[in-house]
């Protein structure tokens, strides 16, 4: 029968430093499992997954509500009461100075930054139409908006930049239609008139 003979004062047992040094191991491999299993949050990042981006902006500050409204070629409509059909996506709507308010830190910040955003997150052959519409005034005064239209993929490219003047509430401008091609080009650009925003809807 083994006999192992006690340590005396002071001497270390070898068993009990192979037991320490492999719970030393085990631990730390535990650490290096627990980092890879949760990587630290990515923050700060924003992916739209968008082959286009419809950008419309007007003074900051203004009270005036401005809307976009977008028509794809199969006849679909996003806009402030249906900002998500189809491959398209109303990702912003601005409503003036409404809802500007924000809390940052406890305290009350005021963002006078006036402006609306549409993703196309996918491409339907044919034309789309972007259109604004004066929703609300609450200066009586016109409004100059401007609008751009990015091609995201395969690399930024504006397609489209220009102003569209809105003389009184109620009104509605074609800013731009454009017409995508099976492979993702762009052509057909022009501002002939089209009305799309119907009243029933709003």
């Known amino acids: 029968m083994a006999f192992r003979r006690p340590a005396r004062a002071g001497e270390q047992d070898p068993f009990t430093d192979l037991l320490f040094n492999a719970l030393l191991a085990f631990t730390f491999l535990f650490i290096v499992a627990l980092v890879f299993l949760n990587p630290p949050a990515k923050t700060g990042i924003i992916d739209p997954k968008a082959e286009f981006i419809i950008t419309t902006t007007w003074e900051a500050g203004s009270p005036d509500d401005v809307d976009t409204w977008v028509e794809d070629p199969d006849g679909n409509l996003v806009w402030f009461n249906n900002p998500a059909l189809g491959l398209m996506h109303l990702d912003r709507d601005d409503r003036g100075m409404t809802n500007d308010m924000l809390l940052v830190n406890g305290q009350e910040v005021v963002n006078p ?3 609306e955003i549409v993703t196309i997150r996918g491409f339907v052959e044919g034309e789309y139409v972007v259109n604004l519409h004066y929703y609300k005034s609450e200066t009586g005064n016109p409004v100059t908006a401007s609008v751009s239209v990015a091609k995201v993929n395969p690399a930024l490219e504006v397609v489209y930049f220009g102003n569209v003047e809105l003389p009184h509430q109620g009104s509605e401008v074609t800013a ?27």
């Open 176 to 202: 731009v239609r454009f017409r995508v091609a099976r492979d993702g080009s762009v052509g057909g650009v022009s501002t002939l008139a089209k009305s799309i925003v119907t009243v029933e809807k709003i």
């Open 113 to 115: 930054l006036n402006q």
